[in-house]
């Protein structure tokens, strides 16, 4: 039997278009139940590669003859190893290319919506981080809200459109990845935008991101509208796109709201956090679709893919945005939070511009779940 190669392309239509897949993680127990590829209808079996290098003859009667079967592993080749052994017993199977590295790494973009005048709004969605990523396009011309590192995904993409990148934003100093935005715009002559009050300590140049900062995007004159939205940093801010999409950041999610202790000031930016979700959005209209920056988990994807929600919904099931007693809001979001990020303060530091790490490096500070959220 052949032994298949399959792209971290083609496992993200599977997670996407809802289909069954089995996979054979042979990676350690702890990386497995830290973070593996989620799939609404995916099963797993999770075998550390090193024992099954007497052979895999034990293992056979739980893989499954009648599905899809994948192989996986940290990079690859106990991936491939494994899937050999699995082909010479009989069985077709396939490896991932790449293995979670390319996993992690791995962008797709699906349209959100059309916009005025024949705009478009496309959600780059990173399956393996859980990281969210925007492009703008009208008449020719792009904005990029919170772009992750891998930016030939943005550049090829706008390329393939053939429209120009014009504009860049970060909504907030990210701690759980690597921001492609100042390199977006360095080699596009792009504008990068980054709100002051996250940049006093940055090494590099950048356009201010003020409250009420708006930008118009192509002839048919979109509005990229900022709004102040402090809580999980100092500087987070928002934007409302069209009259239509609320790009939310890191401060609100579909189902949680967003931490604020990534800078190691929980108690001062507990308040701020408050007023965001309990006072200035709620003076936005109940109609406008949240686009967050990041999802937690994969059944916060709609049927298309694309994570978003109208912010109506947010307010009467998102248990965050519903808690009455300030007290227990301030308990909530300060004394019961997940671990945090993987490399969080190696990665502010980075965005900062104060190092830079070669590209292993930044796998590494990258590897594993985004932790942006209060669970």
Same mark, same amino acid.
């Given at each position: ?108 973009? !699906?349209?959100?919506? $059309?916009?005025? #005048?024949?705009?478009? *709004? ?7 981080? /859980?990281? &969210? ?117 890191? !401060?609100?999610?579909? $189902?949680?709201? #967003?931490?604020?202790? *990534? ?7 507990? /308040?701020? &956090? ?102």
């Amino acid at each position: 039997m052949s032994v298949l190669k399959w792209s971290a392309a083609e496992v993200a239509k599977k997670v996407i278009n809802n289909e069954e897949l089995f996979i054979l993680d042979v990676r350690n127990a702890d990386a497995f139940e830290d973070w593996k590829i989620d799939g609404r209808k995916f099963e797993y079996l999770n075998i550390p590669y090193f024992e099954l290098l007497d052979g895999v003859e034990d293992i056979l009667p739980e893989i499954p003859a009648n599905k899809d079967v994948l192989v996986v592993c940290a990079k690859e080749g106990s991936s491939l190893m494994i899937a050999e052994m699995l082909s010479e017993a009989g069985r077709t199977v396939a490896y991932l290319a790449g293995g979670m590295k390319t996993w992690s790494e791995y962008l797709e973009p !699906i349209k959100v919506g $059309d916009l005025t #005048g024949g705009g478009e *709004l496309y959600q780059f969605v990173r399956l393996g981080k /859980g990281c &969210l990523s925007y492009m703008v396009i009208s008449e020719g011309e792009v904005a990029i809200i919170d772009a992750v590192r891998f930016t030939e995904a943005f550049t090829s993409f706008a390329e393939e459109k053939n429209v120009n990148i014009k504009y860049v934003f970060d909504t907030h100093l990210h701690a759980d990845h690597i921001s492609g935005g100042r390199h977006i715009a360095a080699t596009t002559g792009a504008t990068y935008y980054l709100p002051p009050k996250d940049a006093e300590e940055v090494v590099f140049d950048y356009t201010p991101l003020l409250d009420g900062t708006a930008v118009q995007v192509g002839a048919s004159r979109i509005d990229v509208g900022a709004i102040y939205s402090p809580g999980h940093t100092i500087g987070s801010t928002s934007f409302i796109v069209d009259n239509k999409y609320l790009l939310t950041g890191d !401060i609100l999610f579909i $189902d949680s709201i #967003g931490r604020p202790d *990534l800078a190691g000031l929980a108690e001062d930016w507990v /308040g701020d &956090l408050r007023e965001t979700l309990y006072k200035r959005y709620r003076e936005l209209s109940d109609d406008l679709i949240v686009l967050p920056a990041h999802f937690m988990m994969i059944d916060e994807l709609n049927e298309d893919g694309t994570v978003a929600k109208h912010l109506g919904q947010l307010f009467a099931e998102n248990h965050g945005l519903n808690i009455k007693d300030e007290a227990e809001f301030r308990s909530v979001v300060t004394e019961h939070l997940p671990p945090q990020p993987n490399a969080y303060q190696e990665i502010r530091q980075v965005n900062m511009g104060k190092i830079t790490p070669t590209q292993d490096e930044q796998t590494e500070m990258e590897i594993g779940p985004n932790r942006c959220a209060v669970r």
